[in-house]
């Protein structure tokens, strides 16, 4: 959302509008900024609704654990870290089940844990996603998907 002139309303609102082939959507409430399984759920609807199901990357985990993906393209592979990043210390171990899409062209040919460089046992999907899970993440892990 951003800032223009505006009124107050009694109701929030939320605008959803299509510009050539792209879509844009406009909150005039800042869902981001309440802690709600309500808000966070309309968020995240939002995000897939305007991605149309083309992830580059899931995660199915507790919602504590945040996942990010590099492409390192000149290596020829991504380099995804989960944080286990819970309020009270130490973190409690979670489990994750996730997926990675190949860059465009591209296909996975092998997925490790680093910094231990241990093989990860994983699937591939009719389309080329990668499909894997760690077991336990405790505070940190990472991996790395090599491709072709």
Same mark, same amino acid.
């Given at each position: @959302?951003?800032? /223009? /002139? *505006?009124?107050?309303?009694?109701?929030? !609102?939320?605008?959803?509008?299509?510009?050539?082939?792209?879509?844009?959507?406009?909150?005039?409430?800042?869902? #981001?900024? @309440?802690?709600?399984?309500?808000?966070?759920?309309?968020?995240?609807?939002?995000?897939? !609704? +305007?991605?149309?199901?083309?992830?580059?990357?899931?995660? #199915?985990? @507790? =919602?504590?654990? *945040? !996942?990010?993906? %590099? &492409?390192?393209? #000149?290596?020829?592979?991504? !380099?995804? $870290? %989960? +944080?286990?990043?819970?309020? #009270? +210390?130490? /973190?409690?171990?979670?489990?994750?089940? %996730? $997926?990675?899409?190949?860059?465009?062209?591209?296909?996975?040919?092998?997925?490790?844990?680093? =910094?231990?460089?241990?093989?990860?046992? %994983?699937?591939? &999907?009719? &389309?080329?996603?990668?499909?894997?899970?760690?077991?336990?993440?405790?505070?940190?892990?990472?991996?790395?998907?090599?491709?072709?």
């Amino acid at each position: @959302h951003s800032s /223009p /002139p *505006w009124e107050d309303l009694d109701h929030p !609102m939320v605008v959803l509008n299509e510009y050539g082939a792209g879509r844009a959507v406009y909150s005039a409430a800042a869902i #981001e900024t @309440h802690d709600s399984d309500a808000q966070a759920k309309l968020f995240v609807a939002l995000v897939r !609704m +305007l991605l149309d199901g083309e992830y580059a990357y899931t995660a #199915e985990a @507790h =919602p504590a654990l *945040w !996942m990010s993906v %590099f &492409d390192q393209r #000149e290596k020829n592979r991504l !380099m995804a $870290s %989960f +944080l286990n990043y819970q309020a #009270e +210390l130490p /973190p409690v171990p979670v489990r994750v089940r %996730f $997926s990675l899409r190949p860059p465009y062209g591209k296909r996975f040919r092998s997925l490790r844990m680093v =910094p231990e460089e241990s093989a990860l046992k %994983f699937a591939l &999907d009719s &389309d080329g996603t990668l499909r894997s899970e760690i077991g336990s993440v405790d505070l940190l892990a990472m991996v790395l998907a090599e491709y072709e």
